[in-house]
């Protein structure tokens, strides 16, 4: 089993940051691909980034394309998203996801392909 527990989540301005962090264990860190979700009331969860297992690829959603940047440290078995210059539309429950499965890169975007979930993080963004 893995478990998963997101933190740094919280009420904030828009054009402001920041920091959430994903603390994993159970199995070895490396091991797993791990991505962030959001999910805003009334809608859809949807992908917001991930990372593969060795840091080498990360992926985005558009919307957060070079204001969040998702990064590891397996010596920490530690995931964390910098999330900068935040708007309104970036509140949402953010979670941390994780599986061991070797998934294309392409698969890296949706939720069925990871296995573990985090209870989720509220980020809030004024206007």
């Known amino acids: 089993q893995v478990q998963l527990v997101e933190s740094g989540g919280g009420l904030v301005q828009a054009g402001a940051s920041l920091r959430l962090s994903c603390a994993a264990s159970?199995?070895?860190?490396?091991?797993?691909?791990m991505g962030w979700f959001r999910q805003a009331p009334g809608k859809e969860r949807e992908f917001v980034a991930a990372i593969s297992r060795n840091g080498g690829s990360t992926y985005y959603i558009d919307s957060v394309k070079g204001r969040f940047t998702i990064s590891r440290d397996d010596a920490k078995n530690t995931m964390s998203l910098q999330m900068n210059s935040l708007k309104p539309e970036d509140t949402a429950v953010y979670y941390c996801?994780?599986?061991?499965?070797?998934?294309?890169?392409?698969?890296?975007?949706?939720?069925?392909?990871?296995?573990?979930w985090g209870q989720g993080t509220q980020v809030s963004v004024s206007s």
């Open positions: 159970g199995r070895t860190f490396s091991n797993y691909a």
């Open positions: 996801a994780a599986t061991f499965r070797l998934i294309p890169s392409q698969f890296m975007t949706r939720g069925r392909e990871y296995e573990y």
